[in-house]
């Protein structure tokens, strides 16, 4: 196999294959920037520095404290609407607890620091 390319490459038969190939590199290193782009711009600027904040709290306070609920709120309030009965709208406030965002600040985390 080795022999094969070597002496295709005496021809330039594989030149084209290094192209391709540097040129989907620089493609992927785009779409990393990029996605890391959108995430902080998702998450209001917060993903950029909330490593930092995370290490600078815990050194401070020996804690991580609420910098982290602050991004990814655990309990919210919810409004839901219904028709009751008599065909009215019937709306009713609720505490939602939203567990998967515990795990998305774990994996966000884990994102930031890899």
Not at 74 to 102: A, Q
Request: charged fraction near 20%.
């Amino acid at each position: 196999m080795a022999t094969v390319m070597l002496s295709h490459q005496k021809y330039g038969l594989n030149e084209w294959y290094s192209y391709y190939f540097v040129l989907s590199e620089i493609l992927n290193l785009s779409m990393i920037i990029f996605n890391l782009w959108f995430t902080d711009f998702f998450l209001s600027g917060e993903f950029g520095t909330i490593g930092f904040d995370l290490i600078s709290r815990m050194m401070s306070h020996g804690t991580r404290g609420d910098i982290l609920a602050l991004t990814f709120p655990k309990v919210t309030k919810c409004l839901f609407r219904s028709i009751g009965p008599s065909k009215s709208m019937d709306e009713k406030d609720y505490l939602c607890v939203l567990p998967i965002n515990e795990a998305y600040e774990k994996i966000y985390i884990i994102i930031w620091y890899v």
